[in-house]
């Protein structure tokens, strides 16, 4: 969550930096307001509590002296009274406080571009070069269906709409491109590997900031108040919640492969085709835990890591900078990282590389103790290293074939035993 005390002492102008995300200024003055009468609240409850000692200790004199201490017994009842309202509405406040600090969205930084919707994110660069072949370009569920990789029908049987069976050659592509990229993580780019649990608590997903605002675009489990994770982010950044890193160990950049579980209640109508847009799939993510001082720089970094597996795969992408409307609740800034979908005629993104500051370890209680001794919030950062149905998807339709086959990147191979073609099913 943000700094409370920005909205003390820095209003006017984080109102502002928010509004650039759309946020209504009531909503900032609530909170502001909230923290003003926690603080009167708790200003006064210590004066009182103060009174109350110093009237403990006088009762005890005057009785000692023989004296009559029935009034002054009385007050003390009165303020230990109003002690007792002062910290019943306290609670209130603080619950209240914290439920509203909560919906507030992280504060962008200034130097990115402002907007309300994708319209105003800003293409950074391209990368590799994309010439429509000789032959007509299949979709991926055509493409698919020729090499008998997918049965959407039978995942509908299974569970429902956005639940894909991913079979034969198809299920081997998929191990391999999560092998490729979790050893390109570890062995090259200084990354540890995590295997996590797949579900968390709610603690775990107000931590990164899914709860409570997307509640109803997650998989929850009543009975156990579980959660099935939407991406390794969660379970991965919580894994120093409430802990105290060294500033001598940091960067810290750990690694995961999950399972990825999203309901997105409201993406009805959206992209839904084959793979484009499903409620299960596989990804591997990157969570990084900086020193506040280098954290837009080792954003910088983490595009690049995640660049370099569209570039070992021989993919046409882009990088877009998400503006102030388009990005994360909980980011600060942000870059996607989109490939090219000739048989779709799309860009479909991959991967999102974000920096939230403070903003995430605020809400963990993750800090380090710096090299004088003092004990800051770490800054936390994540990107997918990525995800795979839409990689799927481009992989299938940029690397295909005139007849029907597709041609796996060079650096899968080692991981499917030398084989160098998917090949249509007979």
Aim: charged fraction near 25%.
């Amino acid at each position: 969550m943000i700094d409370i005390k920005k909205l003390r002492e820095e209003f006017e102008e984080t109102t502002a930096a928010l509004a650039r995300r759309g946020v209504d200024r009531a909503v900032l003055e609530k909170a502001r307001d909230l923290d003003a009468r926690r603080r009167a609240l708790v200003g006064e409850t210590e004066t009182l509590k103060a009174k109350r000692n110093a009237a403990s200790k006088e009762i005890g004199k005057i009785a000692k002296e023989g004296g009559d201490i029935a009034a002054a017994k009385d007050e003390m009842r009165k303020v230990g009274d109003r002690i007792a309202e002062i910290d019943k509405e306290l609670a209130e406040v603080e619950h209240d406080l914290r439920e509203t600090l909560l919906m507030i969205p992280n504060i962008p930084a200034p130097e990115i571009p402002t907007g309300m919707d994708s319209s105003a994110n800003v293409v950074v660069r391209k990368v590799g070069e994309w010439k429509d072949p000789d032959f007509k370009i299949l979709d991926h569920m055509a493409i698919g269906e020729k090499l008998g990789i997918f049965d959407f029908p039978r995942g509908v049987k299974l569970t429902g709409t956005g639940f894909p069976i991913i079979l034969g050659q198809g299920a081997k592509l998929q191990r391999a491109l999560i092998q490729y990229m979790l050893d390109l993580h570890c062995q090259t780019q200084g990354y540890t590997e995590m295997l996590p649990p797949f579900v968390v608590n709610s603690d775990s997903m107000t931590g990164t900031g899914q709860l409570p605002k997307f509640a109803e675009d997650l998989y929850h489990c009543q009975i156990d108040d579980f959660w099935l994770i939407p991406t390794a982010e969660v379970p991965v950044t919580n894994y120093y919640r409430d802990d105290i890193l060294q500033a001598k160990d940091l960067p810290v950049k750990l690694t995961a492969y999950t399972p990825c579980f999203r309901r997105e209640a409201g993406s009805a109508g959206k992209m839904t085709r084959g793979m484009l847009r499903v409620h299960q799939f596989d990804k591997v993510e990157m969570v990084n835990f900086v020193h506040p001082d280098t954290s837009f720089v080792q954003l910088e970094t983490l595009v690049k890591e995640a660049e370099a597996v569209l570039t070992g795969l021989g993919l046409h992408f882009r990088v877009l900078q998400l503006c102030s409307g388009d990005m994360g609740f909980s980011a600060a800034k942000c870059y996607d990282l989109e490939l090219w979908a000739p048989g779709e005629q799309q860009w479909l993104e991959v991967s999102s590389c974000s920096c939230f500051t403070d903003y995430q370890a605020r809400r963990l209680n993750c800090r380090f103790k710096d090299a004088d001794g003092k004990t800051r919030l770490v800054h936390t950062l994540n990107g997918s290293g990525v995800a795979l149905p839409r990689l799927m998807v481009a992989l299938l339709e940029q690397h295909q074939n005139a007849d029907g086959s597709v041609t796996i990147p060079e650096v899968l191979r080692p991981y499917m035993n030398g084989q160098e073609k998917l090949l249509p099913v007979k």
